[in-house]
């Protein structure tokens, strides 16, 4: 069996093992983002109480349009957070920080007038700030944001005939402070 695949089984079973665990007799809550749902671009969350002030959430987002002024806008980004409330679980302001990751294949923002599409991951790490408040028994919306350093690794092509606009043998590399999460989550609590 190759490496990679042995590497992938093991990680999707240490994963499996530690959302069985933490699952266990905890406050979960599952989570949609009305706001990014509007624009297409599916966002769910899954967090799990850890404490009477702290919960474990894991959080995954995907752009699937193919084509949006005539450019690819397809990503898939995944977070996984730590978050503190400062009343108590579920309730009032939290903050959290987080490490994730994304690929993409899209025209990033400054590039949105050019013929040029960039193909490739970030590695993000930040903090995110909200807001929730239960409007119905075990319903909650939850307002939040969050930002921090993204350091990107893409190719640069060109949207008209596919090929290499830059010089990079292998990937350019940027980094930038940047919001890059966001919304206004639908929360059901069980």
Known sequence: MDLKVKIKKIFILFFFLLFTILTLNSQNKIKGNIASALLGIPNFSYEIKIGSKTSFQVDATASFWESFNHAPQKFIMFFPEFRYYTQSFNKGFFLGTHVGGSSYTMQKY?????????KGYNIMYGMTVGYTFEFYKKWNLELFLGGGSSQAYYKGYRISNQTRYDDAKKFNKSGEWILYKGGLMLVYQF
């Open 110 to 118: 400054n590039y949105w007038s050019t013929d040029f599409y960039q």
